[in-house]
């Protein structure tokens, strides 16, 4: 795919609908009028809306300020907990999805690229990894960081809760360490698990301190010197149609990382198939309502 055709395959992330490429190559426009900027070096800026909510913003900022110590930081966090291997445990992370040789897959909070490299090698050869971020800084950081001749690049600011892509777009969708702070994260859920095809993972993790250990007196400490490792994990926001849903723990238990295939639709319970082998009728519809019954005496 190339850079103009990925431009091309892109939606307005506001309702959808195509987007034109102007003949400059500079910028793209939606069916209602509103234009979406190619800023230097390729980058699609397709965040929306473009005043980003309160909590977007503050993150926007903090991470464009920390970009360039970003990286040590992080590392310096794995360290602490319980002497992690960051290596091992982000190649876990990628190995979570499945990937394979020709894979489109979208990261997104791609950050400085540690991620995005292992997945553009397991992809290779004829894959397409597309990189997204909420921070200009940390995008172009990572196109500095990241070549490959037998894989298609591609970077876009986006806001992960409104991507600029069709439905089932992508084999695979991969995001760590960020999706406690979305301000609209349960929308963030839908969107990600949208633009995957079904039979494809997603796996997305981020910082919370697992529930047995919040007591004891390293984490204790843990929780009070960072908020961000209350956060619970936010199972309610995962959307009714994933499938094979698992929950890890990692790096000294006080991240996690979920996986999940996305499914054709919801699963259902079959409420009113009869129990064989009775002689009258009883069903999960006729058990919930004697329930009910019950419960009004």
Same mark, same amino acid.
């Not at 490299?117 to 921070?135: E, F, H, K, N």
């Given at each position: 795919?190339?850079?103009?055709?990925?431009?091309?395959?892109?939606?307005?992330?506001?309702?959808?609908?195509?987007?034109?490429?102007?003949?400059?190559?500079?910028?793209?426009?939606?069916?209602?009028?509103?234009?979406?900027?190619?800023?230097?070096?390729?980058?699609?800026?397709?965040?929306?809306?473009?005043?980003?909510?309160?909590?977007?913003?503050?993150?926007?900022?903090?991470?464009?300020?920390?970009?360039?110590?970003?990286?040590?930081?992080?590392?310096?966090?794995?360290?602490?907990?319980?002497?992690?291997?960051?290596?091992?445990?982000?190649?876990?992370?990628?190995?979570?999805?499945?990937?394979?040789?020709?894979?489109?897959?979208?990261?997104?909070?791609?950050?400085?690229?540690?991620?995005?490299?292992? %997945?553009?090698?397991?992809?290779? +050869? *004829? !894959?397409?990894? /597309?990189?997204? =971020?909420? @921070?200009?800084?940390?995008?172009?950081?990572?196109?500095?960081?990241?070549?490959?001749?037998?894989?298609?690049?591609?970077?876009?600011?986006?806001?992960?809760?409104?991507?600029?892509?069709?439905?089932?777009?992508?084999?695979?969708?991969?995001?760590?360490?960020?999706?406690?702070?979305?301000?609209?994260?349960?929308?963030?859920?839908?969107? %990600?698990?949208?633009?995957?095809? +079904? *039979? !494809?993972?997603? /796996?997305?993790? =981020?910082? @919370?301190?697992?529930?047995?250990?919040?007591?004891?007196?390293?984490?204790?400490?843990?929780?009070?010197?960072?908020?961000?490792?209350?956060?619970?994990?936010?199972?309610?926001?995962?959307?009714?149609?994933?499938?094979?849903?698992?929950?890890?723990?990692?790096?000294?238990?006080?991240?996690?990382?979920?996986?999940?295939?996305?499914?054709?639709?919801?699963?259902?319970?079959?409420?009113?198939?009869?129990?064989?082998?009775? =002689?009258?009728?009883?069903?999960?519809?006729?058990?919930?309502?004697?329930?009910?019954?019950?419960?009004?005496?």
């Amino acid at each position: 795919m190339t850079h103009q055709d990925f431009l091309r395959s892109l939606v307005d992330p506001q309702d959808r609908t195509p987007l034109t490429l102007s003949d400059d190559q500079k910028t793209l426009v939606s069916q209602n009028g509103t234009t979406y900027d190619v800023l230097e070096g390729g980058i699609f800026n397709g965040l929306y809306p473009k005043n980003l909510l309160a909590e977007d913003a503050r993150e926007q900022y903090l991470y464009d300020q920390a970009y360039l110590r970003y990286d040590r930081g992080v590392s310096w966090v794995f360290q602490t907990l319980n002497d992690s291997d960051e290596a091992a445990t982000r190649r876990f992370m990628i190995g979570l999805m499945n990937l394979k040789p020709g894979m489109s897959v979208l990261e997104v909070g791609a950050g400085t690229g540690k991620d995005s490299a292992l %997945i553009i090698d397991q992809i290779s +050869p *004829g !894959g397409t990894a /597309v990189l997204s =971020d909420l @921070s200009p800084n940390m995008l172009r950081l990572a196109t500095e960081k990241l070549q490959s001749k037998t894989v298609d690049i591609h970077f876009l600011l986006a806001n992960g809760s409104y991507l600029p892509f069709a439905d089932g777009t992508f084999d695979a969708l991969f995001h760590f360490g960020g999706i406690n702070t979305f301000s609209e994260r349960k929308l963030a859920f839908e969107e %990600i698990t949208r633009v995957v095809k +079904p *039979g !494809g993972k997603v /796996v997305v993790g =981020d910082e @919370s301190i697992a529930p047995w250990l919040r007591n004891t007196p390293t984490y204790a400490t843990l929780l009070k010197a960072n908020p961000l490792f209350r956060a619970d994990v936010p199972l309610e926001d995962v959307p009714a149609n994933a499938l094979d849903f698992k929950l890890h723990w990692i790096f000294g238990n006080a991240f996690y990382v979920m996986e999940y295939t996305v499914g054709e639709k919801a699963p259902e319970v079959l409420i009113d198939l009869p129990m064989p082998g009775k =002689d009258f009728a009883d069903t999960w519809r006729i058990r919930a309502e004697a329930a009910d019954r019950e419960k009004a005496e």
